[in-house]
Every structure is written in C-alpha cells, then in structure tokens.
C-alpha cells in the first residue's frame, strides 16, 4: 500500500480503500493467473478516492529497466490520477510516468502494459537511484460491484528487468580484489576485445560502473574503460599496483584453453 497524498491533491486522495493482494474482492477473481493478484479500488461507492500500490527498488546499478505487468479494469473510467508514477527519493516525491485508460480498455479483461522505465525517466531528468518506488494508482468512486457505481484495477504478473552493471576498480583486471602481476595476463587473454565504453572513466582507484560486455571477464581487463583492451589498459594497473578493495563479484582465474569464472 501506498500513501497516496504524494502523488494525488490532498483533497481527492483519501486513502483507505482497497489495496490489497487476494484471490477475490467482492465476489470477483483477481488474478489472471495463479492464485492471487492487486486489487486497487474503493470499499463502498462514495466521494472519489485514491488508492495506491508502492514497489520499491534499488535501480542505481541498471540500465536498460523495463516494467512490464497486466491489468484489468472493472467498468473504470479514465481519470487524471489513474497511472504509473516514479519517485527516486523514497516516495517523498513523485512523477507521472503513464496514464492508464481504462474507459478505452476492454472491461474485465486482463492486457499487458510494458513501460521503458529507463527512457521513461530520461525524459523527466530523473535518476534512478537506490530509492525509486514505482507507484501504481487507481481513482474513482465506485466498488467492486454492479448495484450503482462500479470502478477499479486488478494487477497481476508484475515484472522488473533490466542489465545490472558491473563495479569495475580501474587495475584490478581479474576482480580479485588486489591489483598485482596478475593482472597482466587477462589484457592479453582479451586483448584487441571490445564493448561498451564505461561513463566517465578514469584510472581513479574507485568503483565505477559498467555495462557488462559480451564477455563479462573482458569487462574488468579494460581497465581504462575506453571500450577496448590494448596497451593503455596496463597504465592503471601500474598507477594503482598494490591497492585492494574489500568486495568483488567474482575472481577471473586463467585457465588453459580460455577464460573462467
């Protein structure tokens, strides 16, 4: 459940209606498969109210961050305050990333609705950070049943994906934590490979993300993040011979024939 007074004017937002997961609400199935789904809607007709359903996730080490999920809608209509919202601060605010439509969806029955969250949040200036709730709200007036007014979502089958990134230490070309002699060998195991540029890299002795190559090993040998393994990338492993940190992912061993993990 969420509080919806971030995202919808206090004087509509009244929360306290339904919002819970179930298997039926009113004499009605919920889910589209399986044994439960969300119901988001009022108890009883009355004054319009707002109801709201908080994911929380840690998004800053992603990209490429797809929702997908299913919804259904019992005779609502489209209202202003119907859709998805971002926040990247804990829920203290909030960003209206798509509106549902339910007055132009089939009643009581489930469709998929697939949302860029990535590109969704470019295009609002928003990072996505360790503090992102993904919100999901319904507004009306009306309950789950057909004697007056009738109104309400049913959500299912929600999903999150997207490429984590990797934390790459400029040097420490192996992952094993240390930067040492070993760290020579996988430029040459990978050398002349190629991938995706790290953001601002430099040869810092700090973590900076990456997006994983084809070859995840390859991702750490470039160790100056210019997207290709070449001679450049044993200048951090000089400047930062002996340094350490205390996490890895996982150390990359050479074995005769190729790479391992």
């Known amino acids: 459940w969420g509080d919806p007074t971030t995202s919808t004017p206090p004087g509509i937002a009244k929360p306290g209606g339904i919002v819970q997961v179930v298997s039926t609400v009113q004499g009605l199935n919920v889910p589209r498969q399986g044994e439960f789904g969300v119901a988001l809607g009022r108890r009883v007709d009355g004054g319009v109210t707002t109801n709201a359903l908080d994911l929380h996730l840690n998004l800053s080490h992603a990209i490429g961050i797809t929702l997908n999920f299913r919804i259904a809608d019992f005779f609502d209509e489209t209202e202003a305050f119907d859709g998805v919202w971002l926040s990247n601060d804990g829920g203290a605010s909030f960003v209206k990333?798509?509106?549902?439509?339910?007055?132009?969806?089939?009643?009581?029955?489930?469709?998929?609705?697939?949302i860029g969250l990535s590109d969704s949040a470019a295009s609002q200036n928003i990072e996505l950070t360790d503090l992102c709730?993904?919100?999901?709200?319904?507004?009306?007036?009306?309950?789950?049943?057909?004697?007056?007014?009738?109104?309400?979502?049913?959500?299912?089958?929600?999903?999150?994906?997207?490429?984590?990134?990797?934390?790459?230490?400029?040097?420490?070309?192996n992952n094993s934590g240390l930067v040492d002699q070993a760290d020579v060998l996988p430029i040459g195991m990978f050398w002349q490979r190629t991938g995706p540029a790290r953001q601002n890299a430099s040869?810092?002795?700090?973590?900076?993300?990456?997006?994983?190559?084809?070859?995840?090993?390859?991702?750490?040998?470039?160790?100056?993040?210019?997207?290709?393994?070449?001679?450049?990338?044993?200048?951090?492993?000089?400047?930062?011979?002996?340094?350490?940190?205390?996490?890895?992912?996982?150390?990359?061993?050479?074995?005769?024939?190729?790479?391992?993990l």
């Open 133 to 173: 709730v993904i919100r999901f709200q319904q507004n009306g007036t009306g309950d789950f049943n057909t004697n007056s007014d009738e109104d309400g979502f049913f959500i299912d089958d929600v999903e999150v994906t997207g490429t984590a990134l990797l934390s790459v230490w400029p040097g420490d070309t």
């Open 203 to 260: 040869s810092v002795w700090q973590a900076q993300m990456a997006e994983p190559w084809d070859s995840l090993a390859a991702t750490y040998a470039d160790a100056n993040g210019d997207g290709v393994v070449d001679a450049v990338d044993i200048l951090p492993i000089g400047l930062n011979w002996n340094m350490t940190h205390a996490s890895s992912e996982a150390q990359f061993v050479a074995k005769r024939g190729g790479e391992s």
């Open 97 to 114: 990333i798509f509106q549902f439509d339910p007055t132009g969806w089939p009643n009581n029955s489930y469709q998929e609705i697939t």
